[in-house]
């Protein structure tokens, strides 16, 4: 088992900024640096959804209605993955998870082997 602890979420007025981390513990450096890390959200009523995925060579990938506005990236040195989010917004209101699988990311949450528990994040208008 490879538990994933998020943190980073909070409460923040719209046009703000978070940074979310995603920590990899009960894996070697190597290890971790043969996963893709994607981070999935889901609203309350809505469908669980990627946000931004990497893989393990650092390739990226965004949702539409975020980029430009969030950043994923990962510390191999520190087994931790990031998503900056500025210039939120209300609709990005959720849950936010992040997940791994090995090799290339994946739209797909089931396809992620390991799986964190979520970190609310809430944007005020």
């Known amino acids: 088992q490879v538990p994933l602890v998020e943190s980073g979420g909070g409460l923040v007025q719209a046009g703000g900024s978070l940074r979310l981390s995603c920590a990899v513990s009960g894996a070697s450096g190597q290890t971790f640096r043969s996963y893709a890390m994607g981070w999935f959200r889901q609203a309350p009523g809505k469908q669980r959804e990627l946000v931004a995925a990497?893989?393990?060579?650092?390739?990226?990938n965004y949702a539409d209605s975020v980029k430009g506005r969030f950043t994923i990236s990962r510390d191999n040195a520190r087994n931790i993955g990031y998503l900056q989010m500025n210039s939120l917004k209300p609709e990005d209101t959720a849950v936010y998870y992040c997940?791994?699988?090995?090799?290339?990311?994946?739209?797909?949450?089931?396809?992620?082997?390991?799986r964190g528990q979520g970190t609310q994040v809430t944007v005020s208008s």
């Open positions: 990497i893989s393990s060579g650092g390739s990226t």
């Open positions: 997940a791994v699988r090995v090799g290339y990311w994946s739209s797909n949450w089931n396809d992620y082997f390991y």
